[in-house]
């Protein structure tokens, strides 16, 4: 990071999470999905944070994303004027019956026995339902108004290739989750339940292998798990209780606890339910996003002319207006939060909402859920508070995918491209031809549910221009807070990014995304809300110059219809392999639609930094006005802040970072080294009127180690022409006007051990507890003066050891030598990871600290076992 820490991830099996896509008769093998940091560096390299993982079983899940096949535009074959034309014609659902009379099945391998596929010259579409064994063929009357939909029984599916098929997202992802976190010696340890796997309880041990304390979750675990492939176990959390003070528990409460199966369909964009089709395990028919399409087509094989055909197509042969596209809210609203119950009996409500988008005449429900209100009621019920949101100016935003999650949006999850067929009349009879003789038709996929990802997992899936906060209580109002934010392409961002005619998704630029342009706060009075406090925001685009490339290739389908072999009884895969017809159907095919499209992009890194801000107090007639505005360097850390107040006065801030002076200095090019780049070298602060500096401070690092200082100087105020320090050839040079405030010296294990200020007293630190807390500070003594008097292993086994004895015996010896009988000696006893728990002053008086079992100071008492401070904990709302 910008200030050094270092981050580790992956590295080993153990730390590198991986993922099946499973996809059926494809084997695209597993691939790394996460890897999980394995320790976390301080910039000092002093303090460590160390993370390993325990394997639970490994999830199987779905996306089902049940889709419709439009073919329409049914062209004349490319090299023949009309050759295949005439045997085209029109087929319905009774036409096919009619072919197999008596038949109590029909399997696609008789129907296109009867029918080569490519001769359909109607649009037709084929369904695929929620049995992997049948599909359907729909056939739309275009003579009726409202269309009439007819169709086949269902069709075996059994000699179904190629993409005659549902689309089966299965997905096989590991599960790594943490079991131990070291740091300083100290653990977290985790614990899950076996049976259902979820977490149980994690214990805080100390690095004298104490435990500090213990957290339980109990958790409510719904559904079953009938096999890998069919599990809906669904873990709420019931309650979290500090284990040893049953009083100190929270208790959570949902709006219902529903199961969530892993074999699903009817899931909106941002994998919220949508509907009563959600469960695949039961064999019930889908619905297809409802819409209407304008094309033309040719009306028959004895009238070759084209007409334009208005027709729907959408639902399913029973309620094909009751589209599965549309949010269900009674569903996208399952299994939601609605009560936190805290210890003091108090809790706090929740109620959520469905987003909501403009529908024209009406608003729709999208996917996601935003909160509507919070209830704060103390233990007998009396309210305290209520905050309740409305969202845009009619509870609307816009949509952020490529898609609206509604069905009467333009454009429905569909995909279009070109498609070429390969008729089942056998290629050797047309010798002399290419497949270029074969037809073109525009094909439509069209799905149930997006084809972005389900989970949404880059912010809100809905974006508000403005969210208005309202608070009040029983039977009065407080106020409103106003949250007004700039469109999503104030600062280029585009919210709609398909990658046209493919389901690709354009690579984006997130940080983009607006950013709020003001707060406006009101109070309620006289029956009215006024303006008492306003902030405006403007903001500017940082472009750092580096670029992110991103290259996403698209295959363009080809239909390969297969041909019957009659003599043995199967179908037989035209394939296409040969180099110069690939490159004939690459040159014939319309511009945009080859076989395989290459999409490089490349997007630029940045952010969105703020510029200015001005806050404004409304008191009556008058308005006291603050502009603060704001610099940045080329690293787009913060330069210089300037304000701007009502009476005149202007200050300027100004910071200087490594960057600026370059890499002569020996400490400065350590810490570039080590990326410290955002640590401040010197900050000045200037009254901009009288051209004085009031403040300024120079912090110098070590050369052996940059994260840590070596030595502050400080800056006399009222400087009149102040210079910036300065850099000579290897050399740091002060302005004038600064003096060394303090330097600190360090022992082997980089902690502080002396610090010296500006008049010379030197305060020294000694560490205990496995170097982890000061046991002991000495006012006006030397490090080495100590070290004399305790002996250089008592000082090592000091900072080794958990014995408070033992401690407070050595710490004694110095209070009472007479050597140090001008010093101040303090002495600090600790429960490792709670606190502090006895301080003896320079004059041997004691006082004891005690916590509660959340680690929470509840009293100090005296020597005399009288009780100084108590202190007592409700919550605040």
Not at 786 to 808: G, M, N, P, Q
């Amino acid at each position: 990071d910008t200030d050094g820490t270092v981050y580790l991830f992956g590295g080993t099996t153990t730390t590198i999470e991986k993922n099946d896509p499973g996809t059926p008769g494809i084997d695209l093998g597993t691939y790394i999905s996460s890897w999980k940091c394995r320790e976390i560096i301080s910039p000092s390299k002093l303090d460590t944070i160390q993370f390993s993982y325990r394997q639970l079983s490994s999830r199987v899940s779905y996306t089902f994303v049940e889709s419709s096949e439009l073919y329409e535009n049914m062209s004349i074959p490319l090299g023949q004027p009309d050759g295949l034309t005439e045997v085209r014609r029109v087929f319905f659902a009774d036409d096919i019956s009619n072919m197999f009379p008596g038949s109590a099945e029909i399997t696609l391998k008789d129907i296109l026995k009867k029918i080569p596929f490519q001769n359909i010259n109607y649009p037709h579409v084929i369904n695929y339902t929620v049995s992997q064994d049948y599909t359907r063929f729909i056939f739309p009357e275009y003579c009726e108004d409202p269309p009439v939909y007819t169709e086949t029984d269902y069709v075996d599916n059994t000699y179904q290739l190629g993409e005659m098929q549902f689309v089966n997202g299965k997905r096989v992802q590991e599960r790594l989750v943490p079991s131990v976190i070291k740091f300083n010696g100290n653990k977290l340890l985790f614990n899950y339940n076996t049976l259902y796997e979820y977490l149980s309880s994690i214990k805080i041990v100390d690095s004298s292998q104490q435990q500090v304390r213990e957290i339980a979750f109990t958790q409510t675990c719904v559904g079953q798990k009938v096999s890998a492939e069919r599990n809906s176990l669904t873990n709420y959390l019931d309650k979290i209780q500090i284990v040893g003070n049953p009083s100190e528990t929270y208790k959570f409460d949902y709006s219902s606890m529903h199961a969530f199966s892993n074999f699903t369909i009817g899931c909106d964009f941002w994998g919220g339910l949508r509907g009563t089709t959600h469960d695949r395990t039961d064999n019930v028919d889908i619905n297809v996003p409802f819409m209407q399409i304008e094309t033309p087509h040719y009306l028959s094989n004895n009238y070759l002319d084209q007409m334009l055909l208005n027709y729907f197509i959408g639902g399913n042969y029973l309620l094909y207006m009751e589209m599965e596209n549309n949010v269900q809210p009674q569903y996208a609203l399952k299994g939601l939060l609605k009560r936190i119950t805290y210890p003091t009996g108090g809790y706090t409500d929740f109620e959520f909402e469905c987003n909501r988008i403009d529908g024209g005449w009406r608003t729709i429900p999208s996917g996601g859920a935003r909160v509507a209100s919070i209830l704060n009621c103390q233990a007998d019920g009396t309210v305290a508070s209520r905050k309740y949101y409305v969202y845009g100016e009619d509870g609307t935003g816009i949509i952020r995918g490529l898609h609206a999650p509604f069905s009467e949006s333009e454009n429905v999850f569909l995909c279009r491209q070109n498609v070429l067929y390969i008729g089942d009349t056998p290629i050797d009879e047309y010798y002399d031809k290419t497949y270029l003789d074969y037809p073109t038709a525009l094909k439509t996929v069209i799905y149930s549910n997006a084809i972005e990802d389900l989970y949404y997992g880059n912010g809100a899936p809905i974006y508000y221009q403005k969210v208005t906060e309202y608070e009040d209580a029983v039977g009065s109002k407080y106020g409103k807070k106003e949250y007004i934010y700039t469109s999503p392409e104030a600062y280029g961002f585009h919210l709609r990014s398909q990658i046209l005619d493919t389901n690709l998704k354009s690579f984006q630029e997130d940080w983009r995304l607006g950013k709020i342009q003001a707060e406006n706060t009101y109070k309620y009075e006289n029956g009215e809300y006024k303006l008492i406090h306003s902030k405006e925001y403007k903001h500017k685009i940082f472009n750092s110059g580096i670029k992110i490339h991103n290259l996403q290739s698209y295959k363009r389908n080809i239909i390969y219809m297969t041909r019957y072999n009659g003599t043995l009884d199967s179908y037989i895969q035209a394939e296409i392999s040969d180099p110069l017809t690939l490159s004939y159907i690459e040159r014939y095919l319309p511009v945009g639609n080859g076989l395989v499209e290459h999409f490089p992009e490349e997007i630029n890194s940045g952010d969105i930094l703020l510029e200015k801000i001005t806050e404004t107090t409304y008191d009556g007639p008058r308005q006291l006005v603050t502009t603060t505005t704001y610099t940045y360097d080329q690293q787009a850390q913060l330069n210089t802040t300037t304000v701007h107040t009502s009476d005149g006065q202007v200050r300027t801030r100004t910071r200087r970072y490594p960057y600026y002076y370059g890499t002569a200095i020996p400490f400065i090019q350590r810490m570039i080294t080590a990326n410290n780049i955002s640590a401040v070298i010197e900050e000045v602060e200037e009254d901009s009127i009288t051209s004085k500096v009031v403040s300024g401070i120079i912090s110098r690092y070590r050369v052996d180690n940059p994260g840590q200082v070596e030595s502050v100087s400080l800056l006399g105020s009222g400087v009149p022409g102040y210079v910036s320090s300065t850099v000579n050839k290897n050399s740091f040079v002060m302005a004038p006007g600064y003096y060394e405030k303090m330097s600190c010296t360090y022992d082997e294990v980089d902690n502080p051990v002396q610090i010296i200020d500006n008049s010379g007293l030197s305060t020294v630190y000694l560490w205990g507890y496995n170097n982890q807390y000061p046991i002991a500070e000495i006012k006006n003594a030397s490090y080495e003066a100590v070290k004399v008097l305790l002996a250089d292993a008592v000082v090592i086994s000091l900072r080794k050891s958990f014995d408070d004895d033992y401690i407070c015996s050595k710490i004694d010896l110095l209070r009472q030598h007479p050597s140090m009988n001008k010093a101040h000696v303090t002495t600090f006893i600790h429960q490792p990871l709670v606190g502090v728990i006895q301080i003896v002053s320079p004059a041997g008086q004691s006082r004891s600290y005690h916590y509660d079992t959340l680690g929470r100071l509840c009293e100090i008492i005296d020597v005399d076992g009288l009780v100084v401070q108590k202190y007592q904990y409700n919550y605040g709302h």
